[in-house]
T-cell receptor
């Protein structure tokens, strides 16, 4: 079945450094790739998304890149801050069915 | 706008008991989802409604899990009887039909089965 793989599972960086999280997907029909941030005790919150007709999208310190040929997409966070510490999930839509498949998550720790 | 509301926030039950969770989506959102998030994993879809009809319940363990959305607004998810492996956070999400950016999650219900 459809699958989304996410790496790494944990990531520790110093404040001010960059963080990169990578995902791969299996469903060729996927055309929407969001990233969610989940803080302790809260539901996932959308932070950025990209559609298949775009290769890169940026919003202040975060950016997402997409390589449809390789079925890869990545999240880049620059100038990390302690408040960026959270679990990040990538996701892809399941073709036309209108729901999202999630990766297993990356726990990001930003050390002051 | 108000977010997706879920209750209760926490629930502890013994195995073989039954439990129900409630979700009130964002006003006007026709599509409602229930996800199960086991500790350390990503959310996994259980069931998707559009208005009061089921769109996808392929991953719902139908021998013990049931869900309904009678008037196309609120939804309840029930587990009967619960097993230890059902311990997880149950997340509700909603969005406008095919409006991907509107996919909004509630804070979830943390279920512990002992």
């Amino acid at each position: 079945g459809e699958n989304v793989e996410q790496h790494p599972s944990t990531l520790s960086v110093q404040e001010g450094d960059s963080a990169v999280i990578k995902c791969t997907y299996s469903d060729s029909a996927s055309n929407y790739f969001p990233w969610y941030k989940q803080e302790l005790g809260k539901g996932p919150q959308l932070i950025i998304d990209i559609r298949s007709n775009v290769g890169e999208k940026k919003d202040q310190r975060i950016a997402v890149t997409l390589n449809k040929t390789a079925k890869h997409f990545s999240l880049h966070i620059t100038e990390t801050q302690p408040e960026d510490s959270a679990v990040y999930f990538c996701a892809a839509n399941r073709g036309s069915q209108g729901n999202l498949i999630f990766g297993k998550g990356t726990k990001l720790s930003v050390k002051p | 706008e108000a977010g997706v509301a879920q209750s209760p926030r926490y629930k502890i039950i013994e195995k073989r008991q039954s439990v129900a969770f409630w979700c009130n989506p964002i006003s006007g959102h026709a599509t409602l989802y229930w996800y199960q998030q086991i500790l350390g994993q990503g959310p996994k879809l259980l069931i998707q409604f559009q208005n009061n009809g089921v769109v996808d319940d392929s991953q719902l363990p139908k021998d013990r899990f049931s869900a309904e959305r009678l008037k196309g607004v609120d939804s309840t998810l029930k587990i009967q009887p619960a097993k230890l492996e059902d311990s997880a956070v149950y997340l509700c999400a909603s969005n406008y039909v095919r409006d991907w950016r509107g996919y909004t999650f509630g804070s979830g219900t943390r279920l512990t089965v002992v």
